[in-house]
């Protein structure tokens, strides 16, 4: 759902497309690991932060291009827009990534600012999707034992958090 100010009512809509198509491209180049297109959409001063098990990742956002370039997400990636804020020339977006790298999910914040004309990412934070958690929770234990861990996740089909089920 995105919701956008009244005194930028007149362009919202542009917005949101341009707001998104960079999106598309941080989504296009994570997926084929093409960092290119990933620098496409980033400010060259915007950095990622957020971690994986123990292990920190908060480094300039090249550090990703890398990363990206030399580990592709797979065939099994798919990822969603599932929130867009936007107020003049600042938004924030949410999206949900499944399948990266064959199993593991991320739920990544991003917050783009309109430079130049143009929208770019300046931060990614990122968490590790509960997704894998719920999935390696049902198969330790018996259908029904999730639900009293009281857990949270975010349900992609509806674009906010509930219980796991």
Not at 38 to 57: I, T
Not at 108 to 117: E, I, K, Q, V
Request: charged share 20%; with cysteine.
């Amino acid at each position: 759902m995105a919701t956008l100010a009244p005194e930028v009512a007149g362009t919202a809509i542009d917005d949101y497309d341009a707001i998104t198509a960079v999106m598309q491209l941080y989504i296009d180049g994570s997926a084929k690991g093409d960092a290119a297109k990933m620098a496409q959409s980033f400010h060259p001063d915007a950095r990622m932060f957020g971690a994986l098990g123990p292990q920190r990742f908060d480094v300039p956002i090249q550090e990703l291009f890398k990363m990206a370039a030399e580990m592709p997400m797979g065939a099994s990636y798919r990822a969603r827009v599932t929130a867009v804020n936007q107020v003049g020339d600042a938004a924030d977006v949410t999206l949900v990534e499944d399948g990266c790298w064959g199993t593991v999910s991320f739920v990544d914040f991003f917050s783009l600012a309109r430079t130049n004309a143009s929208w770019k990412i300046v931060s990614k934070t990122f968490a590790h999707g509960r997704d894998t958690a719920r999935r390696l929770t049902e198969s330790v234990f018996p259908r029904g034992r999730a639900q009293e861990s009281g857990s949270r996740r975010l349900n992609c089909r509806r674009g906010q958090a509930g219980l796991l089920h």
